[in-house]
């Protein structure tokens, strides 16, 4: 009897049989590699779980205005208060499925929210940095008065001053190589230039 021959066919000389393993490898190449796909799904999946963790981290006015379902909200509000490992571990996965139905153009409004707060904490802590530098400046040299009002003339000068003499008086140790002890001069002069450096835009030291 004639032996019965296989179904299938060649690709480069090579003789492919329907159904083996290599047929199936080839078939999966030919559809755009389905193994890379489901890569890509994996990928996209663990960026939105981490783009829901940050949802946890953002201020609640920024939160208001992102058009997301209550759904999505009302479980980021419970995540935050679950404190429990494994709880905390399944809530953030629900989240999870949930951010994967939020609409793409609403997830981008979500990312740019993320950044507009990322980007307003580094401008305060700028603000607090040269705040802290400006009041060293006033408590240690004479001319650095002078420099301040230049640049904000709209400062309560009559104030600032008497803050300063304070502040001034205030870390003078009560005995030699004692700690200096600031007072509230000390507190309140960093609270007025904060307010004035948030007012203006911060210029580099």
């Known amino acids: 009897m004639s032996r019965k021959l296989k179904k299938g066919y060649f690709v480069r000389g090579e003789f492919v049989a329907e159904g083996s393993e290599r047929d199936l490898e080839l078939k999966r190449e030919l559809k755009g590699t389905d193994e890379q796909s489901r890569t890509d799904l994996k990928r996209e999946s663990a960026e939105l779980q981490e783009l ?3 949802l946890l981290t953002l201020r609640a006015d920024l939160m208001e205005r992102l058009e997301l379902s209550e759904k999505l909200k009302d479980a980021v509000l419970e995540a935050k208060r679950i404190t429990n490992f494994e709880g905390k571990r399944r809530q953030m996965q629900f989240i999870g499925k949930l951010m994967r139905l ?8 979500v990312r740019a929210a993320l950044t507009e707060q990322t ?3 580094a401008q305060e802590n700028l603000i607090l940095h040269l705040a802290e530098s400006w009041r060293d400046r006033l408590l240690g040299a004479e001319d650095a008065f002078g420099d301040w009002l230049t640049q904000h003339p709209d400062t309560d000068s009559q104030q600032l001053r008497a803050l300063i003499r304070q502040a001034r008086k205030d870390a003078v140790p009560e005995k030699p190589g004692a700690a200096v002890r600031h007072g509230r001069a000390y507190r309140d002069i960093f609270q007025i230039l904060r307010e004035h450096l948030s007012n203006h835009e911060p210029a580099s030291l």
């Open 52 to 54: 829901g963790e940050e």
């Open 102 to 109: 939020v609409d793409p153009a609403v997830l981008e409004t």
């Open 119 to 121: 980007s307003g904490s």
